[in-house]
């Protein structure tokens, strides 16, 4: 294979000027289990596997691939993944130290599957190629490293998009696919439209850096960045300082920008699969690109397991490979008739039923509101006359409120709280909430979560006070959309408003059942390290939180509800 620039291409975009940022040296690539760097060509289980292969792009750097392609093939579409965590790197290299990840060894070749990417073994049996890129200035490729940034990276993969295209081995049909890392590359580059990408699979990937990964509810995450920012970091150049760029940037801002992909510039044919376990993480992110972009043919799956599992399981690999089929090979298949969008119901862990409609959210959602009492710790369907407060040690402590479910409830979607909620010793809060599922027997349904843990709860929502600010435009009844573009501190004895946003779900309520609202001032899973979950040690809480309900304070929750089709 011959190294090709695709530079001079009809229609390529210019890449906008980039955003100022903190460098800091990569660490050496053999540290990270690499096999060696240089092109070399090799024949295995029906496949050419050519590794390092030469990609130059627009200015000249060079980054490498790896190309997974059946043997004697031509004109086979091209399956490219694009992460930071090697294309080398094999994938139960990860899986194996997650032992709740519920992935089985038996499911794809470990020798040749990378961490959250498909198995080139099965893909190359079934007539396509594979090409994993190590992107600019991470392990071997040259240059610097910046992460999810709209503008540098998503045009480099523009570049390796329209390259592999060029092939003489290829249909010029190109498809994305993967998980996390590997989706949210694909809502980036998608939106700037490179003329070969034929179809995408977004599986459960972010979508805005800023209010999905390193802040929630503009509370900074103190660890799962941390972990990823130096699993990320392998690079004979400089990589993107993310944890210097975070302190530097605590407010959205045009950094933050660059990390929020243009989806509504995206319209090329989509698969889209979220979860909704992934809170802290994906979900969120993944049902807002399903919503925003633009693409006349999409389909959107949720599911209540968890990601890696999901993603690899055969069955919904198969239904990969129908979506693949259709959009690159030209198949007429079933996946014109596919429900628009199927989510599932969950009961409990791994036990639930799919519904199906036409958008989302569902057009039959009756959204309910539930009102807060601070005199009895309940919601009712009925705003309390009497004005009532519940106070609570901000660090420590919480607030509880129930909700007896008097009929059978299939709550899905996003869910807004709404609090008057005051601060004793601080001119700040941040607000830990979760929606909780209780049986008729009163025990905790827990849920998986986090790709590896089945402690879950129904649904995660935060809130820093002074990031309450709206943005009028994009805030509907059900989802409150924070600008955190600046902060608004609390004044003293002043009962204040608050809208938190809590994040999609879908979970049955059954008759009998205890609907539980928590509000505490810390993260109500708590894992401590060297486990590796989202966490919040830099808060802000000090004193007392207070909680105001009844009368003139409408504190209350609002549940989707879902009525018939």
């Known amino acids: 294979m011959t190294e090709r620039s695709p530079e001079g291409a009809p229609g390529r975009p210019a890449s906008p000027a980039p955003v100022e940022v903190i460098w800091r040296a990569g660490r050496p690539p053999s540290e990270g289990l690499h096999p060696g ?71 794809l070749d470990a020798e040749y599957t990378i961490f959250e990417g498909p198995d080139p073994t099965h893909w190359c049996a079934l007539g396509y190629a594979i090409v994993n890129v190590d992107p600019r200035g991470l392990w071997y490729s040259e240059g610097d490293a910046r992460y999810i940034d709209a503008s540098q990276e998503a045009f480099d993969c ?36 490179p003329p070969h990408l034929a179809a995408i699979n977004c599986w459960e990937g972010v979508s805005d850096m800023y209010r999905e990964f390193f802040f929630h509810g503009g509370i900074p995450d103190t660890r799962f960045p941390e972990h990823w920012a130096e699993g990320v970091s392998f690079s004979l150049g400089r990589v993107e300082d993310v944890l210097a760029m975070v302190r530097e940037h605590p407010l959205f801002d045009a950094y933050w920008e660059t990390k929020a992909a243009a989806l509504e510039q995206i319209v090329t044919p989509a698969y889209v699969v979220a979860s909704w376990s992934d809170h802290s993480l ?32 055969p069955e919904s690999v198969a239904k990969q490979v129908r979506f693949f089929d259709h959009f690159l090979k030209g198949l007429d298949n079933d996946v014109p008739n596919w429900p628009r969008v199927q989510f599932e119901v969950r009961e409990r862990a791994y036990v639930g039923t799919y519904r199906q409609t036409e958008e989302w959210p569902p057009a039959c959602t009756e959204y309910t509101p539930l009102f807060l009492d601070a005199r009895v710790g309940g919601l009712g369907r009925a705003m309390p006359d009497a004005e009532a407060e519940v106070r609570y040690d901000a660090e420590d402590g919480a607030a509880r409120f129930d909700f007896l479910v ?48 089945d402690d879950g709860n129904v649904a995660l929502g935060w809130l820093r006070v002074s ?55 810390s993260d109500v899973n708590k894992y401590p390290r060297p486990l590796i979950a989202s966490l919040h040690e830099q808060t802000r809480n000090r004193g007392e939180h207070i909680i105001h309900t009844g009368g003139a304070f409408d504190s209350h929750v609002l549940v989707p509800v879902l009525g018939d089709e």
């Open 406 to 453: 008097d009929r059978d409830m299939d709550i899905v979607g996003n869910i807004k709280l709404r609090l008057w909620v005051e601060a004793h010793g601080s001119d700040d809060m941040d607000l830990f909430v979760a929606i909780q599922r209780y049986d008729g027997a009163g025990e905790f349904v827990p849920f998986p979560f986090y790709a590896a843990m």
């Open 37 to 107: 760097f240089g092109h070399r060509i090799s024949r295995d289980r029906g496949m050419v596997i050519e590794r390092d292969v030469a990609v130059r792009l627009r200015d000249g750097v060079t980054i490498y691939a790896d190309c997974f392609r059946p043997e004697e093939a031509t004109d086979v579409p091209v399956l490219i993944t694009w992460g930071p965590y090697g294309k080398h790197f094999p994938t139960f290299e990860i899986y194996s130290r997650f032992p709740g990840s519920g992935v089985r060894t038996e499911w």
């Open 282 to 313: 994906h979900t969120r992110g993944t049902l807002e690109g399903f919503k925003r972009i633009r693409s006349e043919q999409k389909w959107l799956e949720v599911h209540g397991r968890k990601k890696w599992e999901h993603y690899h399981r």
């Open 158 to 193: 523009y570049d390796v998009i329209e390259w592999a295209a060029s092939l003489d081995w290829t249909n010029g049909r190109i498809g994305m696919t993967g998980v996390s890392y590997l989706t949210q590359i694909q809502w980036q580059v998608a939106a700037l439209r």
């Open 467 to 521: 990031h309450r600010e709206l943005d009028e435009q994009l805030t509907t009844p059900w989802q409150p959309w924070h600008t955190h573009r600046r902060e608004e501190l609390l004044e003293p004895g002043m009962p204040t408003a608050v809208d938190i946003e809590v994040w999609p779900s879908g979970t049955r309520f059954a008759a009998g059942d205890t609907l539980r609202v928590l509000i505490q001032g």
